[in-house]
């Protein structure tokens, strides 16, 4: 017991060398502790859990990546959506023979008044939707260009696998 | 004599546990030290052919990786003037309720070095690398990365020590 607090002291101070680190550990991951040393298990435990972490694949991680994706979708299909419900307010449906606009209440049944109202509102939708949505798109095609980058080591892997495997056989 | 892809898996893909559990101690975040090893590969592999010149790769590969997540820390003080590399502090009574193992608690304690420390520290109580090796990753002398090696221990003693006498008080008093 002499010997592990010296050894500990000498952990402390910074001077202790590897294999003496490895005598320590050995003791502390042991279940025959003095209650004087019970204190410095913990230490020990969290050095041997954290070597065993591994590199997780690629399809473990990344959750937010997924939430980004739906998030996109919500406001792109939402865009799509209000503009396709606009077009049929504005123009009614398209099996109508002439165009016309409703104004407060008021049809208006003069062709290019109603077409003029549509294309300034058209206009300005479309440019409100483009302010929002740009940013949105910059970044899907940023983290698209970028998928193909962190493929290339599975790929790499699952081709050098292959061909391990050929070498075998 | 080119490195090819099989030597490059058996150099470098091998290494991306070490590397990994590396950047997940600096950055202190998951996903972002999953990207910084794949920075990493793809640079490596970039840069294959000057490989071959190089004699410790595994040591290399670690120094590498360190700077590369260093120059992520760097970047995000730049873009939150919160920095949210959490330095050496006392836990606050919540912190400590919520964590009441103490395996996570140690864990917790040792993120909470400055980051040398607790890269020191790791490097060489979870990697078992020796100090000549920390000295060339963490690009300091030999004699620097003891003394930071056992200022991270004694902190961690410190702490250790504290809150055992207080876990051992509450089990007394029950």
Redesign the interface.
Same mark, same amino acid.
């Given at each position: 017991m002499e010997n592990i607090n010296e050894l500990l002291n000498k952990? !402390?101070?910074?001077?202790s060398t590897?294999e003496e680190?490895?005598i320590l550990k050995k003791y502390f991951t042991s279940e025959k502790l003095t209650t004087e040393h019970?204190?410095?298990k913990?230490?020990f435990?969290? !050095?041997d859990?954290?070597?065993k972490?591994?590199?997780?694949p690629a399809n473990q991680?990344?959750t937010?990546k997924k939430r980004f994706h739906l998030r996109t979708f919500l406001y792109t299909s939402s865009g799509v959506a209000a503009a396709i419900l606009l077009t049929f307010w504005l123009f009614g449906s398209p099996a109508m023979q002439s165009d016309y606009a409703i104004v407060n209440g008021t049809r208006i049944n003069d062709n290019e008044i109603a077409q003029q109202m549509a294309q300034e509102k058209i206009n300005k939708v479309e440019t409100m939707l483009q302010g929002k949505l740009t940013p949105l798109e910059s970044l899907q095609t940023v983290k698209n260009r970028l998928e193909p980058?962190?493929r290339? !080591?599975e790929i790499?892997?699952d081709?050098?696998d292959i061909?391990h495997k050929l070498n075998f056989e | 004599m080119r490195m090819d892809t099989l030597q490059f898996k058996n150099r470098i893909i091998i290494l991306s546990d070490k590397l990994f559990r590396l950047a997940k101690s600096i950055l202190q975040n998951e996903d972002e030290a999953w990207d910084a090893v794949q920075d990493l590969n793809l640079k490596l592999w970039e840069k294959r052919i000057q490989l071959n010149e190089i004699e410790n790769i595994p040591a290399f590969a670690m120094r590498s990786m360190r700077n590369l997540c260093l120059d992520v820390l760097r970047q995000r003080r730049n873009n939150d003037h919160i920095g949210t590399d959490i330095e050496y502090q006392e836990l606050n009574p919540y912190q400590q309720t919520e964590r009441n193992d103490m395996v996570t608690k140690i864990q917790l304690l040792i993120d909470r070095l400055p980051e040398l420390q607790r890269t020191i520290m790791r490097m060489r109580d979870v990697e078992g690398m020796e100090i000549s090796e920390i000295s060339y990753i963490t690009q300091i002398t030999e004699n620097a990365v003891s003394v930071n090696l056992s200022r991270a221990r004694q902190k961690v003693r410190e702490q250790l020590i504290t809150e055992h006498s207080r876990v051992e008080e509450r089990i007394w008093r029950t």
């Open positions: 952990y !402390f101070s910074g001077t590897l680190e490895k019970q204190a410095y913990p230490l435990d969290v !050095f859990l954290e070597a972490v591994t590199y997780p991680k990344l937010n980058a962190k290339i !080591f790499k892997n081709i050098l061909k | -």
